[in-house]
């Protein structure tokens, strides 16, 4: 909490060059004119190449990422940590990859072969219902083509999404995400419409393992406390939403997915708890753990995930 007499100053927004801007949309558009030329099975494999390239060369996010292995995995030993940490890398450069590809290849009559779906069915149906549904991921796959998909096949679903700095390149890939149906909405001020949203019946997407700073709810995630946003509980408690965790995860490092849920939180199920915010953030925090274990190499593990700490938590140096 800042002190009211001492108010840090915020640096001014840096004016962006406009001629800049565009010409990193152009150079953007090429390479994928370019990538596009080769199959999307190719491209993965050289994806993989720049992935241990980044892995090999990005010191500081190598070693954020070990450190995160090293404190959620502590029975593992160094050779899992470093082949868990570069295959994390490689699935990171994938995804863009697959952003690129998804709207070509995947249509209505040909997802099957693409995806397949498990424990799905329910969550689907209460979508359809359009009683409105909260839809939480993480950083994790490919989280990207869950809301694709739903599009595709006529859901009223919503993403929420930061806008790129580079105002051109954030357009075409909100374009992009958006050609098979679904919805964007600027995380800045999302807030406000999330009530709106919700009461029109539509199905919210979340990705909600980001650090939530000092304002965040702290619960369990891999052992350790991780500040989470407290904005899913208050939307579920506000609109008594239903909450489906699901994941996008990778088969055999093929443009192939497998598009599960892990977990449905029914109203009901927090009605009599003492403190229901905080019991919903624990909740899907744990269903995200569960479906990153099943495969870690999917998940990012360069994320300052548990970057602040509980005020009451003692400095490692003096536990």
Not at 140 to 163: D, Q
Not at 221 to 242: C, D, Q, V
Not at 247 to 258: G, H, L, M, N, S
Not at 288 to 311: N, S
Request: hydrophobic share 40%; with cysteine.
């Amino acid at each position: 909490m800042t002190s009211p007499l001492f108010v840090k100053r915020k640096k001014p927004k840096k004016q962006r060059n406009a001629i800049l801007d565009w010409l990193g949309y152009i150079g953007l558009r090429a390479l994928v004119g370019i990538l596009q030329l080769s199959s999307v099975e190719t491209n993965l494999r050289f994806a993989r190449f720049l992935g241990r390239l980044l892995w090999k060369h990005y010191g500081r996010g190598r070693q954020r990422a070990l450190d995160n292995l090293r404190a959620s995995y502590p029975d593992k030993n160094e050779q899992w940590y470093e082949e868990t940490g570069r295959k994390s890398c490689e699935q990171l450069v994938m995804l863009a990859v697959d952003v690129i590809f998804t709207p070509r290849l995947v249509k209505k009559d040909n997802w099957k072969q693409y995806s397949r779906f498990k424990n799905a069915e329910r969550a689907k149906w209460l979508s359809k219902e359009g009683k409105g549904l909260i839809l939480v991921g993480a950083h994790y796959g490919n989280f990207e083509i869950i809301g694709y998909m739903m599009g595709l096949f006529g859901f009223n679903v919503y993403s929420i999404a930061r806008p790129l700095d580079n105002p051109y390149i954030s357009k075409y890939l909100y374009g992009v995400r958006q050609r098979a149906g679904q919805k964007i909405i600027d995380k800045k001020g999302a807030a406000e419409l999330f009530g709106k949203v919700a009461s029109s019946g539509a199905t919210l997407g979340f990705i909600a393992d980001q650090d939530a700073g000092d304002k965040g709810i702290f619960v369990d995630f891999f052992g350790r406390k991780a500040s989470t946003y407290k904005s899913i509980g208050l939307l579920a408690l506000t609109e008594n939403l239903p909450i489906v965790i699901g994941y996008a995860r990778r088969i055999d490092d093929r443009f192939f997915f497998e598009i599960g849920v892990t977990r449905i939180i029914m109203p009901e199920e927090w009605a009599n708890k003492k403190d229901p915010l905080l019991w919903i953030t624990a909740e899907y925090t744990k269903a995200i753990e569960t479906f990153v274990r099943e495969d870690p190499t999917q998940y990012w593990w360069l994320h300052r995930r548990w970057k602040h700490r509980p005020k009451n938590e003692l400095p490692v140096s003096a536990v």
